[in-house]
Nanobody, 111 residues
Framework: QAQLVESGGGLVQPGGSLRLRCTTS????????MHWYRQGPGKQREWVAT???????NYVDSVKGRFSISRDNTERSVALQMNSLKPEDTAVYYC?????WGQGTQVTVSS
C-alpha cells in the first residue's frame, strides 16, 4: 500500500519561505509523476505543482516564480520550496500521485 507523508509546514510571515517535503513508500517512486495540491480555508482543493518522472515541472500561475518543486528518487521524496509567501498561500498542502494522497501539512502565512 502506497504511503505519502508530508512535513515542513508551519507559521511564517509574509515574504518568508518554507520547504515542504513528501516522503513515500509502497510504490516505484521513480516512475511516478508527483503533484502538490493545496486547500485554503473555505476553498476547493487546487493543483499547485507537478514534477514528472523525468523532472519536467509545471506550476499554477499564482505560484510561478515563487515555488519550486523537486524530487529525489534515491530518497523517494518530493519537495516544494516556497518563497515570497503571501497570506493567500495559507492552506493545507497535500502530496499526491495516482490515486494516493498524503494527510496534508498546514501552511499559515500571517504577520
Amino acid at each position: 500500500q502506497a504511503q505519502l507523508v508530508e512535513s515542513g509546514g508551519g507559521l511564517v510571515q509574509p515574504g518568508g519561505s518554507l520547504r515542504l517535503r513528501c516522503t513515500t513508500s509502497g510504490f516505484s517512486f521513480r516512475f511516478y509523476t508527483m503533484h502538490w495540491y493545496r486547500q485554503g480555508p473555505g476553498k476547493q482543493r487546487e493543483w499547485v505543482a507537478t514534477i514528472t518522472s523525468n523532472g519536467t515541472t509545471n506550476y499554477v500561475d499564482s505560484v510561478k516564480g515563487r515555488f519550486s518543486i523537486s524530487r529525489d528518487n534515491t530518497e523517494r521524496s518530493v519537495a516544494l520550496q516556497m518563497n515570497s509567501l503571501k497570506p493567500e498561500d495559507t492552506a493545507v498542502y497535500y502530496c499526491h500521485t495516482n490515486r494516493f494522497w498524503g494527510q496534508g501539512t498546514q501552511v499559515t502565512v500571517s504577520s
